[in-house]
């Protein structure tokens, strides 16, 4: 589940554009929105919605989002893969045209940069930070009796797990 993840998050080779569009059928999408009413990352991204991406694919604009940072938002939750009743997996279509703008030699936006460079320097998308209290002092998790972050066991056997998943594509363009 672990490698899953990362390999969503980052780069899910398996899916090319090629793929999402003929094997994943965008063209059955007819636009419930279902997707996008339980997406994390439209919460909290305002011009993110995955139905949208599924249209514009659908409607022949790749390109567009291919060299748009609006792809870069989705968070892997797999909510819309759930959600969706035509099995169209707004999720793949997602990271078919990241592998897309990664092959044609885009960088990512540098926030993603940033978390894909502290995956392999620490494990985690971010080092634990401190946070603000009530009381506007900052706390740390061990001051909030929160146990420490687990970090995995064998760091170089997880790095190599990492690039296994293609991650090095990542590394290769921001030169980690
Ligand atoms: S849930 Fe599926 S069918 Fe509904 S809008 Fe999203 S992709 Fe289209
Ligand atoms: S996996 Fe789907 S539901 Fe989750 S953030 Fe990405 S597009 Fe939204």
């Not at 494990?123 to 740390?140: A, L």
Request: hydrophobic content about 40%; proline content about 6%.
């Amino acid at each position: 589940m672990l490698f899953y993840l990362i390999g969503g998050w980052i780069f899910t080779f398996k899916f090319s554009l090629e793929d999402a569009v003929k094997e994943l059928r965008p063209q059955l999408c007819y636009q419930c929105m279902k997707c996008s009413s339980g997406c994390t990352a439209a919460k909290v991204v305002n011009n993110y919605r995955p139905h949208e991406i599924v249209a514009l694919v659908k409607a022949g604009y790749s390109d567009e989002l291919i060299n748009s940072d609006v792809i870069w938002a989705c968070s892997v939750c797999l909510k819309c893969v759930e959600y969706c009743p035509q099995r169209v997996s707004p999720f793949e279509v997602v990271m078919a045209l990241r592998n897309e703008s990664i092959a044609r030699g885009r960088v990512p936006p540098k926030s993603f940069v940033e978390m894909a460079k502290s995956v392999l320097k620490v494990g985690h998308i971010q080092e634990p930070m401190y946070i603000m209290s009530k009381d506007f002092e900052e706390v740390s998790r061990m001051e909030l009796g929160l146990p420490e972050m687990p970090k995995p066991k064998d760091f170089e056997k997880f790095k190599q797990h990492v690039l296994l998943v293609g991650f090095e594509k990542l590394k290769e363009v921001i030169r980690v």
